[in-house]
T-cell receptor
Framework: DTAVSQTPKYLVTQMGNDKSIKCEQN?????MYWYKQDSKKFLKIMFS???????INETVPNRFSPKSPDKAHLNLHINSLELGDSAVYFC????????????????FGEGSRLTVL | AQTVTQSQPEMSVQEAETVTLSCTYD???????LFWYKQPPSRQMILVIR??????QNATENRFSVNFQKAAKSFSLKISDSQLGDTAMYFC??????????FGKGTKLSVIP
């Protein structure tokens, strides 16, 4: 019974295409995240949502648009894919309290490896 | 802004030996948490151990323990009795701010039989 699930796990596509990655968590958490892991394994936050509301939006190109239809889902849509978008994208969730430091662990999905040709 | 620095890109250890992975961080927050995550070749990120900054006692979790030096902003991970399954990337992370963790660049650990 997977806690945080992402689909697809692998995605190979051509430059210029539009693609989406879906994420769902069944942990009852109120905060969800997208992290990008580049070829050097560096993990960087892209977005975080709390109760469907965008909380963090790092300097990510406008081509990336997250959508949270409900607390259990956070999807990532990418327009006009570029070679530099090739990476592993991780969805994660946690239980947060507003105004408090991040006290809990992040529960990660298995990652989605995106390859842009 | 937070920063987390892992100065050892790669390390190796003989099976059954002990290894220590280094991590330093910088934050202006008074209340924060620190984490070590493990990423095996399977790619899944797994929490290894967590330390609350206001606790002086170092966290331990079976063979994993930390050496938390708050004044020095140092948070190293010690793995005792290394096992082949410990081979992975290890990421140090700081949770000083709400709604995100800041990760270091990782240390690739290889356990040699």
């Amino acid at each position: 019974d997977t806690a945080v699930s992402q689909t697809p796990k692998y995605l190979v596509t051509q430059m210029g295409n539009d693609k989406s990655i879906k994420c769902e968590q069944n942990l009852g958490h109120d905060t969800m995240y997208w992290y990008k892991q580049d070829s050097k394994k560096f993990l960087k936050i892209m977005f975080s949502y709390n109760n469907k509301e965008l909380i963090i939006n790092e300097t990510v190109p406008n081509r990336f648009s997250p959508k949270s239809p409900d607390k259990a889902h956070l999807n990532l849509h990418i327009n006009s894919l570029e070679l530099g978008d090739s990476a592993v994208y991780f969805c994660a969730s946690s239980h947060e309290r507003q105004g408090a430091p991040n006290t809990g662990e992040l529960f990660f999905g298995e990652g989605s490896r995106l390859t842009v040709l | 802004a937070q920063t987390v620095t892992q100065s050892q890109p790669e390390m190796s250890v003989q099976e059954a030996e002990t290894v220590t992975l280094s991590c330093t961080y910088d934050t202006s927050e008074n209340n924060y948490y620190l984490f070590w995550y493990k990423q095996p070749p399977s790619r899944q990120m797994i929490l290894v151990i967590r330390q609350e900054a206001y606790k002086q006692q170092n966290a331990t979790e079976n063979r994993f323990s930390v050496n938390f030096q708050k004044a020095a902003k140092s948070f190293s991970l010690k793995i005792s009795d290394s096992q082949l399954g410990d081979t992975a990337m290890y990421f140090c992370a700081s949770g000083a701010g709400s709604y995100q963790l800041t990760f270091g660049k990782g240390t690739k650990l290889s356990v040699i039989p």
